[in-house]
C-alpha cells in the first residue's frame, strides 16, 4: 500500500508564495518521478513540474521563472515553491509518482490565489 500526503495549500495574495510538499509513505522502492499537476474544475488536469529521479527536471511554460521543484530521496519526498502567484494559478494541486509500472496520485490540495 502507497500513500501520498499534500500539505501547504491554502489562500495568498497575488505576488505571494506558498509551499507545497508531498511524502510517499508504504511500500517504496524505485521511485522514477514525482511531480505536481492541478486542476480547475470544468477543465483537465495539468502538468506543473516533474523531477525524475536521474535529476530532469520540466515545467510548464506558465509557471517557469516563477514555481521550484524540490525532491528529497531520502525522504520520499517532493516540494513546489511556487512564487509570484497569480490568480490564474488556482486551482487542486495534486501530487503524482510513478513507481515501475505504478502511479500513485495524492488527495489534492487547494490554493486559491486571490485579493
Known amino acids: 500500500q502507497v500513500q501520498l500526503v499534500e500539505s501547504g495549500g491554502g489562500l495568498v495574495q497575488p505576488g505571494g508564495s506558498l509551499r507545497l510538499s508531498c511524502t510517499a509513505s508504504?511500500?517504496?522502492?524505485?521511485?522514477?518521478?514525482m511531480g505536481w499537476y492541478r486542476q480547475v474544475p470544468g477543465e483537465e488536469r495539468e502538468v506543473v513540474a516533474t523531477?525524475?529521479?536521474?535529476?530532469?527536471?520540466n515545467y510548464a511554460d506558465s509557471v517557469k521563472g516563477r514555481f521550484i521543484i524540490s525532491r528529497d530521496n531520502a525522504k520520499n519526498t517532493v516540494h513546489l515553491q511556487m512564487n509570484s502567484l497569480k490568480p490564474e494559478d488556482t486551482a487542486v494541486y495534486y501530487c503524482k509518482m510513478t513507481m515501475a509500472q505504478y502511479i500513485f496520485w495524492g488527495q489534492g490540495t487547494q490554493v486559491t490565489v486571490s485579493s
Open positions: 508504504g511500500s517504496i522502492f524505485s521511485i522514477n518521478v
Open positions: 523531477f525524475a529521479s536521474f535529476g530532469t527536471i
